[in-house]
């Protein structure tokens, strides 16, 4: 087994970890946790979502936080859309690159898109088409994949089906998500396995939600697959409001602590990382979900 040299970061605490807050983070906040992230080193920070403030009130100022942002050379800030309507709004907000978000499972796709899987790949079909057209980079996302909160077990090929569409309608990279963090390592070698069939894993990504304590064994699981782009949140932040029991994220403290400890390069600092973690726990006041955060913090006091 041969595990990838260097592995792509995506921090999505801005959007997955604060659009499940109970109560507003103020933009400047947003805005300050995304220059620390990148300061860290994180190449790409998914900034924000472009979808509606009915349904995500915690998104509601998606276009102040694109437009406060200090872009740094070489990081990218994918945004969410999905549906035409968010597209415009990303276009209009700078966005240069794009996400779309479908499910394995019909209910899912219902609770958090209101319409059908076949509805949801229309409206992402009409987004690829305009946002390639505008040269913007366009990632699909796949809910549900290793289980879901309404339907249960997820069948691979499900997963497949949707993926495929993504990328026939010229998605980048596709991601296959846990989001209610079920998933084994065994469920996530044979998910990846049977996508790679159709795409090739330079082109897949995991995003794992740790609620069950699996994301770093289901990471691992997905590295030795090939798999070497992985979304993750600091701190833990996260969840999916339409995805009852969702915890957070896996830390990205967590999944840069076992990659250093594997060898494998991100190019992101650790202390900068703990740091930026810190701030934005700090505003929340609540202790971080990273427990290699935590204990690197008590060694240093220690120290
Ligand atoms: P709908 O109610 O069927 O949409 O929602 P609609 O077209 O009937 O519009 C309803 C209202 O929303 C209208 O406003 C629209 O203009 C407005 P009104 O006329 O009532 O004043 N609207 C919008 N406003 C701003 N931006 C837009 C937009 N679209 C419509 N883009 C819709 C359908 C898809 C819009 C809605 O269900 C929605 O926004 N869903 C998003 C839910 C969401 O953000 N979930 C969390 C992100 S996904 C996630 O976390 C999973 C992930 O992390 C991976 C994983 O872990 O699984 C990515
Ligand atoms: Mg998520």
Redesign the pocket.
């Known amino acids: 087994m041969t595990l990838p040299r260097k592995v792509k970061l995506v921090e999505?605490g801005p959007?997955?970890g604060l659009?499940n807050e109970p109560t507003p983070v103020a933009t400047a906040v947003k805005i300050e946790l995304i220059h620390r992230l990148q300061d860290a080193g994180l190449p790409v920070i998914e900034a924000t979502?472009?979808?509606?403030?009915?349904?995500?009130p915690q998104?509601a100022d998606n276009a102040q936080v694109m437009a406060g942002i200090r872009r740094k050379p070489g990081v990218s800030y994918p945004v969410?859309?999905?549906?035409r309507?968010?597209?415009d709004?990303a276009l209009a907000a700078g966005a240069q690159e794009v996400?779309v978000?479908g499910?394995a499972t019909e209910t899912f796709s219902q609770k958090?898109?209101?319409?059908s899987i076949a509805e949801g790949l229309a409206?992402f079909a009409e987004v690829c088409k305009e946002a390639l057209a505008q040269r913007l980079k366009v990632r699909g996302?796949?809910?549900?994949?290793l289980g879901c909160p309404y339907e249960g077990e997820v069948k691979p090929e499900a997963v497949v089906r949707v993926a495929r569409a993504l990328d026939d309608m010229g998605c980048y990279e596709i991601?296959i998500?846990?989001?209610i963090g079920v998933g084994t390592p065994g469920k996530t070698r044979a998910t990846f396995e049977a996508v790679m069939k159709s795409i090739p894993m330079e082109r897949l990504a995991g995003?794992f939600?740790d609620t069950y304590g699996q994301a770093l064994a289901n990471i691992y699981a997905a590295l030795a697959c090939g798999v070497a782009t992985f979304?993750s949140s600091v701190a833990g932040l996260?969840?999916?409001?339409?995805?009852k029991g969702?915890t957070g994220?896996v830390a990205t403290e967590d999944v840069l602590y076992m990659l250093n400890g594997l060898g494998i390069d991100t190019g992101v600092d650790i202390a900068k990382l703990i740091a930026a973690g810190e701030y934005i726990c700090g505003v929340l006041g609540r202790p971080t979900h990273s427990k290699a955060a935590r204990a690197l913090a008590a060694k240093a006091k220690a120290a």
């Open positions: 999505v959007r997955d659009q979502a472009f979808v509606s403030p009915k349904w995500v998104m969410l859309v999905p549906n309507k968010g597209l709004a996400v978000f499910a958090n898109t209101n319409c409206r996302d796949i809910s549900v994949c991601t998500a846990d989001t995003h939600h979304d996260g969840g999916c409001p339409y995805a969702a994220n």
